[in-house]
């Protein structure tokens, strides 16, 4: 049998270039910002919506649709024929955190990967992003986080009414919602928590999570990486109130209009702004700054042997499935998946 003749070098780079952007191709086209996002507002009662609509996704925002919620926020927060913003999610779970699979290449130590599209630059436009390895190349996405402009901590700033409706998973990227929201009504069967306490340590509102729910109970929730429940989120004060899933749009429906009717709206702000008086006495916004520090620091943190990392080989097995091999190491109690805490040992 003839040998097989040597590739040369350069076509074996762009071999697997080829080869990148035809498995890029072959990805699903994401929904558009508009299509995850969706808002309305009745300018009679004065209550605007904003749906999380990606249920095939646990309603995860791209980050081009968190975007869009940032600005959305704005909007309402300029619009006379506002007073009240709901947010709520379509299907089973108001949300189970951002879209990791989006930002893989981020995550992984391999190859340079722009973050401009964070900062709402065109990759076309002449700005070069920090290379991987700098500290400014996470720092300076870690400290959008802070920044109301892009959709992590954009109700902190909202100075008028905000309505969480809270079922199924409130994890991650929702769970920063939860707690900037002003009132936050949920299902008995919703979960609270961030998955980022389990694999990475740390999430960006942290601060304000510390503040409301009371610093003991934020601690376990932390160190233990477990979900709380609605009743357990009632009991340290960070529910306002808690029903049967099958009441939950009755009970919005109470609290939104109750809120509605209540007050000229720019009582409703000068309220707010004494609230954002007391939060910033405390110390939210220095806490927002001190954890995009925190999690600046990630790549310097070294893990214990056999822990999950969000790496590379992470999403080549699926992530999905490197969460539940995880999950399954810690007492059905505290899973992070509802099937995971379902089951027994």
């Known amino acids: 049998m003839a040998a097989k003749k040597k590739q040369p070098a350069s076509r074996k780079k762009t071999a697997k270039v080829s080869a990148k952007k035809t498995a890029k191709a072959s990805k699903p086209a994401q929904p558009s910002p508009e299509e995850i996002i969706l808002y309305k507002k009745d300018p009679k009662t004065r209550i605007a919506t904003i749906t999380l609509n990606r249920p095939d996704h646990l309603n995860a925002p791209t980050i081009a649709a968190r975007l869009r919620y940032a600005d959305l926020i704005h909007r309402a927060n300029v619009d006379d024929d506002v007073k009240v913003l709901l947010i709520r999610g379509v299907g089973n779970h108001l949300g189970g955190g951002a879209d990791l699979p989006e930002q893989e290449a981020m995550l992984s130590g391999e190859g340079e990967y722009s973050l401009l599209h964070e900062f709402r630059i065109g990759e076309d436009e002449d700005v070069k992003y920090p290379p991987k390895g700098s500290y400014r190349y996470l720092a300076q996405l870690t400290q959008l986080y802070a920044n109301s402009s892009y959709g992590c901590r954009s109700l902190q700033d909202f100075k008028k009414i905000s309505i969480l409706e809270v079922k ?160 399954s190491q810690y007492p059905p109690d505290f899973r992070l998946s509802r099937s995971g805490r379902k089951a027994r040992q």
């Open 168 to 327: 199924g998973y409130c994890y991650g990227w929702h769970f920063y919602q939860a707690a900037d929201a002003d009132l936050v009504i949920s299902s008995d069967d919703a979960l609270f928590g961030h998955p980022s306490f389990r694999y990475v340590g740390w999430g960006p509102r942290m601060w304000q999570w510390a503040q409301t729910m009371g610093l003991r109970k934020f601690q376990e929730m932390v160190f233990t990486g477990r979900p709380f429940t609605a009743r357990e989120m009632y009991d340290c004060n960070f529910v306002n109130s808690v029903v049967p899933r099958d009441r939950l749009e009755a009970e919005i429906e109470k609290y939104a209009l109750s809120c509605s009717r209540t007050r000229p709206t720019d009582v409703v702000y000068m309220q707010k702004t004494m609230f954002e008086l007391m939060k910033q006495q405390q110390g939210e916004y220095m806490g927002s700054m001190m954890t995009a520090w925190l999690e600046s620091m990630l790549p310097l943190v070294k893990n214990d042997a056999d822990e999950l990392t969000l790496d590379a080989e992470t999403f080549g097995k699926g992530l999905n499935n490197a969460v539940k091999d995880n999950d």
